[in-house]
């Protein structure tokens, strides 16, 4: 049988080194002139997917971001890594700060359609918003089988066997394909894009499309209040005995 | 005067709105280049005219312009090529594309290598070189055609800063490219591209550069290698041997440079040759791995030939050539040197300035007191030129089809590396007693750092080279000015001449009563107008460079006068001369990047205002003291006495005065 056709999700997010600064109307954080790279566990997505290409499983890697201009930089980084083309579903800076993964799994799951994807291989989380949902989502939507949290993908009789990490261990599920898997952090390790395939890359093609030409409505479903920093963590006290620790809690009246 | 101040005032803005538009226009150069194209490239290179086809093409920015003004040496002749105030432009997509492969080799650089152990075991380990072939760094300049990357001086350059990270690596890629297989890259034929180029690029084979001997380091033409033409014609037979060479040890590809016999008008004479030779051909031994003190990560080792054949068609360039074949690899690969420094600077500065600001000592973080302060001045502001001048230096390099910047590169070298030397030695003194210890990176940038001011051409070599090829250009065209002055009673009406209009200069100058050789125009009354090519905030320092410009090219012209043809031999004069040209280059470089950084709104460019500003100051002070010495003459500016001093010391055979605690009882 011919190999897979997978789509891959990447999101462009604020780089994981960058310490993030909130924005003094407290509307969001700090982004413009902030250096921006792919989400990391959309990285060993793409790694995966380009892993099973080389190993004969899949035969059409498909990258997909949605967002603002400079998600193409991100694209081009997937290309770099392997992926055969890209798709940019382009959205205003502004439309994109209320965008939600309820949009993007609506996006994600029509553009699987069609392009009649086997797979649609996402980060289990964005290291951006941690909502964990896109993926669980698109599987809903498209009414397809979901193995989360995926930390190792095999092939086994046409099926797919995969080992998930869960609170509990390691818990290892039979998918059938088409599915929907979301990669963990143990996954594997992404590849550097090197200089070559970046070059390479550049003739690949990218098509730039709007959601509306997938027929979905972006307008937000959340309002967010605000954006303040983490309360700064007060010092701690050390006590001598457990009567001191009893008396200084009854004092901070906690007891 | 009121009309003309009135002018004034309403004519700045208009300047600057036509500047800006220049500025981002980068067909701006070619109108303004045709004066130089006339002047050098039709009467010195008479195969070079510029065909009516390609003029064309290169008004309506299809072609590149043939050659760059030759700013260094016109600087000599006191005329200021302007087209340098206007820094070079990438376009967004060239930039976009740079900065997309910059990510992967920092994230390399940053995360994936473990110097201090490379430096400890001094080697590379072999999946970290399989890493770097795998990046594509092997073949940077290498074009896309053979497998390389096909990077443009600046894209090279920009990739230079983060390769220079780890001074080991860096060195093993500049041997391999920058200088090993160069020439089969700027002088090599069709085939012998197709040939190696490929497999260079990949890094499946690695190349060196063999010109060094024993007995043959900065005199590179005394090399004794010898290649001796077989019976048949077809091979030549090499045998000698060559020390220190940069991967010496693990390469497979060489560009050894040997003498060659060759007839010239009727007479035998022994010229350098330059051949591609392959490890494969035999007889090629590399000795033991040298134990350096720093770049320890790097092979440096003897190779020897023993009787080694060499094909004919492996000659680079023609037989007897070879000598400006290595000045020509040698001149195409000193730029980078500024932008490596750079990125080591860069990267010290901010480690150096988190120590600064957290240590405190007598109840204040360091980042108080002012003796920190100046030095993190001064760092800075070395940092900022260095940088500039290597950018401008590599834009100029794109823009031309046949650029020549021999003078300034070489200049780049220089202040790099003896920027870099002496910025990593404060920022170690900053840490104090961490900076000495093996834990911290600094001690090992020191180490490796201090291999830049010795090779690719010393540091005394080059400040000779650019002093005496200025002169050299400026001595053409004042030939018989020279020869006049130098030989009065030959010509006594036009030396009186010259004599009256001498001694009026030093009479009239007002500024003979301050101590300052420099004397600085108002706007109104300048000649060169450089002020007029930059923002209205830069116009002082402007106008400091033109007052710069003008009393260097007297000082030449005095040196001329004063030497004539002994001026070859008058090395510390020669050296104050390139003193002061490689601090008029910095000037340039940071008048004209500042000034797009200032016109364009780029983050913090008030900043950079200011590190010009500064380093224009110090400049000018510097500059000054050279004048000063060099019109003092030997006897003021101790040249003399230092003659005398050296001559007494190798008399003696070391240190000549006596003990201090000796008599004679």
Aim: aromatic share 6%; charged share 25%.
């Amino acid at each position: 049988m011919s190999g897979f056709r997978i789509l891959v999700g990447c999101k462009r997010v604020i780089d994981y080194a960058v310490k993030v600064r909130v924005k003094p109307d407290k509307t969001g954080v700090v982004t413009e002139g902030v250096k921006h790279s792919m989400n990391p566990f959309d990285e060993i997505a793409v790694e995966e997917a380009v892993r099973m290409k080389e190993k004969k499983l899949a035969s059409e890697i498909i990258a997909v971001s949605c967002g603002p201009q400079q998600c193409q930089e991100t694209l081009r980084t997937a290309l770099a890594m392997g992926v055969d083309r890209a798709i940019h579903v382009i959205t205003e800076p502004k439309e994109y700060e209320s965008m939600q993964p309820i949009h993007v799994s609506k996006i994600l799951s029509k553009i699987a359609t069609e392009e009649k994807a086997d797979l649609v291989i996402v980060g289990k989380q964005a290291i951006d918003d941690d909502c964990n949902q896109t993926g669980q989502m698109t599987a809903s939507l498209l009414d397809w089988p979901q193995a989360t949290f995926a930390s190792k993908i095999e092939k086994s009789n046409g099926d797919l066997s995969v080992m998930r990490e869960i609170d509990g261990g390691l818990e290892t599920i039979k998918v059938k394909v088409p599915a929907v898997l979301t990669s963990d952090l143990r996954l594997n390790e992404p590849r550097y894009a090197t200089l070559p395939n970046i070059m390479k890359a550049k003739k690949k093609p990218l098509v730039t499309k709007k959601p509306s030409d997938y027929g979905v409505d972006i307008t937000p479903r959340q309002e967010i209040v605000s954006v303040e920093d983490p309360p700064v963590r007060q010092a701690g006290q050390k006590v001598e005995s457990v009567e001191e620790l009893v008396t200084k809690l009854k004092e901070a009246g906690l007891v | 005067m009121l009309r003309a101040s009135v002018l004034r005032l309403f004519s700045q803005p208009i300047r600057q709105t036509v500047y800006l538009r220049e500025c981002l226009d980068t067909t701006a150069f070619p109108n303004t280049l045709k004066l130089y194209s006339t002047q050098t490239a039709v009467k010195e290179q008479p195969g070079t005219t510029v065909s009516e086809k390609e003029a064309e093409e290169t008004r309506i920015g299809k072609r590149r312009p043939l050659e760059n003004a030759p700013f260094i040496r016109e600087l000599f002749l006191g005329r200021f090529a302007k087209e340098m105030l206007v820094y070079p432009e990438m376009t967004k997509e060239e930039l976009e594309h740079l900065n997309q492969m910059v990510q992967p080799i920092e994230k390399f650089f940053n995360e994936g290598l473990d110097s201090k152990t490379i430096d400890v075991n001094a080697k590379i380990p072999d999946e970290v070189l399989q890493s770097l072939k795998d990046l594509g760094l092997f073949g940077q300049q290498i074009p896309e055609e053979y497998g390389g990357l096909g990077l443009n001086a600046t894209e090279f350059a920009r990739l230079a800063e983060i390769t220079a990270l780890d001074g080991s690596i860096a060195v093993t890629l500049a041997a391999h490219q920058s200088i090993g297989l160069k020439g089969i890259l700027i002088a090599g034929t069709a085939q012998q591209k197709a040939k190696y180029l490929p497999k260079l690029a990949t890094g499946e084979h690695v190349a060196a550069f063999c010109l060094t001997e024993p007995s043959s380091g900065s005199d590179a033409a005394s090399i004794q290698t010898r290649a001796t033409l077989s019976e048949d014609g077809k091979t030549f037979l090499l045998n000698g041997g060559k020390i220190w060479i940069s991967n010496g040890g693990i390469a497979d590809i060489f560009t050894v440079f040997a003498k060659t016999k060759v007839t010239v008008d009727g007479v035998e004479k022994d010229k350098v040759t330059a051949f591609i030779v392959e490890r494969e051909f035999g007889g090629i031994t590399s000795g033991k791995p040298e134990d350096k003190l720093g770049i320890r990560g790097s092979n440096t080792c003897e190779v020897h030939f023993d009787n080694t054949p060499v094909p004919l068609e492996n000659v680079i360039g023609e037989v007897g050539g070879g000598f400006k074949v290595a000045m020509n690899i040698l001149n195409s690969g000193r730029f980078s040197m500024g932008s490596s420094g750079a990125g080591i600077l860069k990267k010290l500065i901010g480690m150096t300035c988190e120590h600064a600001v957290s240590r405190k000592q007598f109840g204040s973080p360091l980042a108080e007191f002012g003796l920190i302060q100046e030095k993190f001045a001064q760092m800075t502001i070395t940092t900022y030129a260095m940088e500039s001048m290597a950018y401008l230096t590599a834009g100029v390099i794109d823009l031309y089809e046949k650029p020549d910047v021999s003078l300034e590169a070489a200049i780049v070298k220089v202040f790099s590396s003896e920027g870099c030397w002496s910025c990593v030695n404060e920022c170690l003194q900053i840490l104090g007693g961490l900076g000495y210890m093996k834990d911290y990176p600094y001690e090992r940038y020191l180490r490796d750092g201090r291999i830049l001011m010795i090779f690719e051409g010393t540091n005394e070599i080059l400040r000779l080279f650019v002093a005496l090829e200025g002169m050299k250009y400026a001595g053409k065209e004042l030939k018989d000015a020279v020869k006049i002055a130098r030989n009065p009673w030959k010509n006594p009406g036009v030396a009186w001449k010259m004599y009256k209009k001498a001694v009026s200069r030093q009479f009239s100058s007002k500024k003979r009563k301050s101590e300052n050789a420099v004397s600085v125009h108002q706007p109104y009354n300048s000649k060169l107008k450089l002020h007029q090519s930059l923002h209205n905030t830069l116009q002082y320092e402007a106008l400091l460079l033109e007052g710069c410009t003008e009393a260097f090219q007297k000082v030449v012209e005095h040196l001329l006068i004063t030497h004539g043809k002994e001026i070859i031999s008058a090395q510390m004069d020669l050296a104050k001369v390139s003193n002061i040209v490689i601090d008029l280059y910095g000037m340039t470089a940071c008048l004209s990047r500042s000034n797009r950084s200032y016109c364009l709104g780029l983050q913090n460019a008030d900043h950079e205002i200011m590190l010009t500003k500064a380093f224009c100051k110090d400049a000018t002070k510097r500059i000054n003291t050279n004048l000063k010495e060099i019109y003092s003459g030997p006897v003021e500016n101790n040249s003399e006495n230092y003659e005398h001093i050296a001559q007494a010391v190798f008399k003696h055979g070391g240190y000549a005065a006596s003990h201090p605690l000796e008599r004679m009882w």
